[in-house]
């Protein structure tokens, strides 16, 4: 069985000065690679809020979501593509940057990958870029990091299309910090699920009919527990919880619809593991077959009732904080 990513870089617009070409966009990916040095031995996000040199060019996503597989650009259109050495198959997904250049500096969400770009080199959408340059230059020297905690949230969860009781694909959302693990409740425990390139965590042999509670942990040890997450392919779920910050797990919750939108940040509160039960809501998504399931498959583990408030809001829970995660890294 095959899973199929966005296939978003076919429709991506490059913007260079003095033209859009594509043997201009491939020198210019030769150029800066000089310029920004030679990539690393191992991929990683830029997390931990240190601040990293490097050139920016810009692009426009036509308003689609990228390799993150977002359902669209976020409203505001502050959005970023980082080179494969920093995108990490996905492990930069759903982070904020602040980018400093000659202007000032802007927020963007980590929304795609720039396959040309060398570590370094980041490709704004053209609104943010023309918040720190004038976009006549094309390319500018700029700095930039990772932004810990910012305000974002509650979490949103989206089970593929394709997905079944055989085969399980879910997106996590809204989280603010690069995530470092997915975990899905089962009758023996916590599974961990397989990051793919497009952002989706997959358990390959299925997970059983649900519903489901999810574990996720971010890159600093903040973790929160969804219940309730339903075999609902094709819908939004969100959810009362965040990872962190004041308030996290508790209250109503939001029900609004759309993507990240980038934000101020907020002060780091390691507030523990906090539950909440999805509720679910339409949502449109780019096609993107899934594998299909056969006759002779067997169902995955079935995750066990004993989850706080599946299917029903729960009331949040506080268990002590999981051990900071390391950054994730993917080493060739």
Not at 276 to 286: D, L, R, S, V
Request: proline share 9%; net charge neutral; aromatic share 6%.
């Amino acid at each position: 069985m095959t899973d199929d990513g966005p296939a978003s870089h076919a429709r991506r617009t490059r913007w260079l000065a003095g033209g859009a070409a594509a043997a201009g966009a491939g020198l210019l990916g030769l150029l800066l690679a000089a310029q920004v040095g030679a990539s690393p031995a191992c991929a990683a996000p830029p997390v931990g809020g240190g601040n990293h040199q490097g050139k920016a060019t810009f692009y426009d996503a036509q308003g689609q979501g990228g390799n993150c597989s977002f359902d669209s650009a976020p409203a505001d259109r502050m959005y970023v593509a980082l080179g494969p050495d920093e995108y990490a198959d996905a492990a930069a997904c759903g982070g904020y940057l602040d980018v400093t250049g000659p202007r000032g500096t802007v927020r963007v969400v980590v929304m795609d990958q720039c396959p040309e770009c060398a570590a370094g080199h980041i490709d704004l959408s053209r609104e943010a870029f023309a918040r720190i340059a004038d976009p006549v230059r094309g390319i500018v020297d700029v700095s930039y990091r990772a932004v810990v905690d910012p305000q974002t949230g509650p979490l949103a969860v989206r089970v593929k299309e394709g997905a079944s009781q055989w085969w399980f694909a879910v997106r996590v959302t809204d989280h603010g910090n690069p995530l470092a693990t997915v975990e899905a409740r089962t009758g023996s425990g916590w599974r961990g699920l397989v990051r793919h390139d497009y952002n989706y965590w997959l358990a390959d042999d299925g997970l059983g009919p649900g519903p489901y509670s999810l574990r996720v942990t971010d890159v600093y040890g903040n973790r929160a527990t969804v219940p309730g997450v339903q075999l609902a392919p094709e819908r939004t779920q969100r959810t009362d919880v965040r990872l962190y910050g004041s308030g996290s797990g508790s209250g109503s919750g939001s029900r609004s619809s759309g993507s990240s939108s980038a934000a101020g940040g907020s002060g780091a509160d390691r507030s523990g593991d906090r539950s909440t039960a999805a509720q679910t809501t339409p949502a449109a998504e780019p096609p993107s077959p899934g594998p299909t399931p056969t006759g002779s498959a067997s169902p995955g583990p079935s995750p066990t009732a004993g989850a706080a408030g599946l299917g029903a809001a729960a009331s949040p829970s506080t268990v002590p904080a999981a051990a900071p995660a390391d950054p994730p890294s993917v080493c060739r």
